[in-house]
């Protein structure tokens, strides 16, 4: 195994890093609103204030499970916070 692969596998985001989770709660949430305006706006419209409300729902639930459950894998986290995205 290379060690960049390695590196992946390990990869750790610290429990005081607030601002790398809030980024990955961001990224989370913006891919939830770009395939909900794929699947939607064909029959609904555009909305742009419903759009952003999931990438910054994310950049909020981000740091709060971080906090909740500490040092998290960034795909864990990622995909947490898109199911907590899709529950509240």
Do not use: Q, W
């Not at 409300?53 to 971080?66: D, F, I, K, Y």
Request: net charge negative; hydrophobic share 45%; no cysteine.
């Amino acid at each position: 195994m290379s060690n960049s692969v390695a590196d992946i596998k390990h990869a750790k985001i610290k429990d005081n890093d607030y601002g790398t989770a809030a980024v990955v709660g961001f990224l989370s949430g913006l891919s939830v609103a770009i395939t909900g305006a794929i699947k939607d706006a064909p029959y609904e419209g555009f909305d742009p204030v419903r759009f952003i409300r999931s990438p910054l729902v994310g950049a909020v639930e981000g740091p709060v499970l971080l906090k909740g459950f500490g040092e998290m894998h960034p795909l864990l986290l990622y995909f947490s916070t898109i199911a907590t995205e899709r529950l509240s």
